[in-house]
């Protein structure tokens, strides 16, 4: 069984340009959570999702970024017009059910922005 | 809102020596806890939770964790440290749907 997948694992935007950050969670799993890591912090929460469905994105920036988990195919983690505070480590994780019933999430290596 | 403090972002110890890691935890309800290790460059793996139950647990790595409700700790401990467990450690509390992390704590092994 493959573990959480992201790609690309580098990704180099200048500014303005759209950033677009895959994950495939592990097999069997619906739920999906995207984290942000900046330098000598820990990781943030940004967005919750289901298949189809956005549970909580108390942690998305209001402007810029997006997320989905469409029915079929990857997660999406979008960043529209970046800037170069953008630059972070996102990291995605999955799990089969939701983290207050006990399950625990699986994470993926890490996609690292870098934004010029 | 729970929220998880860890103290000191830097720990060296000596190899073979004992390893502590502190993590304190605020929740007005019971929490499920983790800790986390994250090696350059990669994701993080966890390490331990504890969810239920036996409140010292056991995980991988020779590493383990005491729950202690009174003191709203989570300390991560290993007897006996390694070169191989340089890396950087987080604890966690999970939230309703979502895990806020701690800001990490980075362990240097000394030779």
């Known amino acids: 069984n493959a573990g959480v997948m992201q790609n690309p694992r580098h990704l180099v935007r200048r500014r303005g340009q759209e950033a677009r950050l895959r994950c495939s969670p592990m097999k069997g799993h619906s739920h999906v959570y995207w984290y942000r890591q900046l330098p000598e912090e820990g990781l943030k929460f940004m967005v919750y999702?289901?298949?189809?469905?956005?549970?909580?994105e108390s942690g998305m920036p209001k402007e810029r970024f997006s997320a989905e988990f469409p029915k079929e195919g990857p997660s999406i983690l979008r960043i529209q017009q970046v800037v170069r505070g953008d630059s972070a480590a996102y990291f995605c994780?999955?799990?089969?059910?939701?983290?207050?019933?006990?399950?625990?999430?699986?994470f993926g290596p890490g996609t690292r922005l870098t934004v010029t | 809102a729970q929220s998880v403090t860890q103290l000191g972002s830097h720990v060296s110890v000596s190899e073979g020596a004992l390893v502590l890691l502190r993590c304190n935890y605020s929740?007005?309800?019971?929490?499920?806890l983790f800790w986390y290790v994250q090696y350059p460059n990669q994701g993080l793996q966890l390490l331990l939770k504890?969810?239920?139950?036996?409140?010292l647990v056991k995980g991988i790595n020779g590493f383990e964790a005491e729950f202690k409700k009174s003191e709203t700790s989570f300390h991560l401990t290993k007897p006996s440290a390694h070169m191989s467990d340089a890396a950087e450690y987080f604890c966690a509390v999970v939230q309703i749907d979502k895990i806020i992390f701690g800001k990490g704590t980075r362990l240097h092994i000394l030779p």
């Open positions: 999702l289901q298949k189809e469905n956005i549970i909580d």
């Open positions: 504890y969810t239920t139950g036996a409140t």
């Open positions: 929740s007005s309800v019971p929490p499920y």
């Open positions: 994780a999955s799990s089969p059910g939701g983290l207050a019933t006990g399950y625990e999430q699986y």
